[in-house]
């Protein structure tokens, strides 16, 4: 009697006189070796991860050098041309994707409108995590009244709703794009915050930051040399996950008419501007949103993608051959 294993296996995880199929050794030291690929390398072996990056790096340079291309055309007004529909190339190819109720391009519209998007996502991610991240490793590291006090501000902070936080204190300041990521990035640093703390309150008791502790290393310097490498991977891969919340909620505030104000214009505003066209002109609301789901989508699966490669535990998933081994073991016969 035998027995089938659908998993590639190497010769140390078999049984007594078994033997691997002709290649196996081949097959295992190639195993071995990917399993000391690049992030770059890990990624194209990825397929759906690589063509999210390639959508988030396509969203990236259209926000970057977009706007300077398009000129005035997500501006430039011309009535004859109004909800023209989209598909077609008799306008030229700046009405390709149709026109909104004013004439204007809307191709030169989403184009302008994913800088202002991105223009708010990224800095209110990025605030966040930098003082957040700090903040966290420092508290948890120390612990003591430290980590006490910053998780009684953490949690007082996550007793509010974000967004009705944000649309209260946008509704009393100003809507601006200044104010909507300084009261984004304030509502995700105790995400950040409680992260890093956890991260850093259980390496501060590993041998190698004792080790380091007994060679009389100041806390400072133990922190941005053996605990913050450590717990970088882990915060970046919730950034990537923050970033999707946090574009999705400028574009709430926007739809809510409490976000970007024209003649600023992001991707939430094009979908606000255009649900009252939504019979008559579906594609002035449609594309912008098609925009945001997608993007989002991409920055979802990059993170899931990025949480197992920046994983050493976990990496060697990634760098398993597509094809797998099959096998042949034999088990000895039982007497009856």
């Not at 990056?53 to 990236?60: E, I, P, R, T």
């Not at 004859?80 to 030169?108: I, V």
């Amino acid at each position: 009697m035998q027995s089938s294993l659908t998993e590639s296996a190497t010769p140390e995880q078999l049984p007594e006189g078994a033997q691997l199929p002709e290649g196996g050794t081949k097959a295992t030291k190639e195993s071995k070796q990917d399993g000391k690929l690049s992030l770059f390398r890990l990624l194209l072996k990825d397929r759906f991860a690589t063509v999210s990056a390639l959508v988030l790096v396509l969203v990236g340079l259209t926000a970057l050098l977009g706007p300077a291309l398009m000129g005035d055309l997500a501006t430039k007004q011309n009535l004859l041309f109004a909800n023209k529909a989209p598909f077609t190339l008799a306008h030229g190819w700046e009405y390709f994707l149709g026109s909104d109720s004013l004439g204007r391009s809307m191709l030169a519209r989403l184009v302008v409108a994913s800088r202002t998007t991105l223009s708010v996502a990224l800095p209110a991610v990025a605030v966040a995590l930098v003082i957040g991240s700090l903040w966290g490793v420092w508290a948890g590291y120390h612990r003591g009244w430290r980590e006490n006090v910053s998780m009684r501000i953490a949690d007082v902070i996550m007793s509010f709703p974000s967004l009705l936080l944000a649309v209260v204190v946008l509704y009393v300041f100003s809507p601006s794009a200044a104010n909507i990521v300084l009261i984004l990035a304030l509502t995700r640093i105790p995400i950040y915050l409680r992260t890093a703390r956890a991260e850093s309150a259980e390496l501060q008791s590993r041998t190698f930051v004792d080790a380091a502790r007994t060679f009389g290393a100041k806390p400072n310097a133990i922190i941005v040399r053996h605990v913050i490498p450590v717990v970088l991977p882990t915060l970046l891969t919730l950034a990537t996950l923050e970033f999707c919340y946090v574009m999705l909620a400028e574009s709430s505030l926007s739809f809510l008419g409490i976000g970007i104000q024209p003649p600023d214009v992001s991707w939430g505003l094009m979908v606000s501007q255009g649900r009252q066209y939504l019979q008559t002109a579906w594609w002035l609301s449609i594309f912008p949103g098609v925009a945001i789901v997608v993007t989002t989508i991409a920055a979802n699966v990059l993170a899931a993608w990025l949480r197992i490669a920046t994983d050493p535990a976990q990496r060697w998933r990634l760098a398993l051959p597509r094809k797998r081994l099959i096998a042949r073991i034999p088990v000895k016969e039982t007497q009856p």
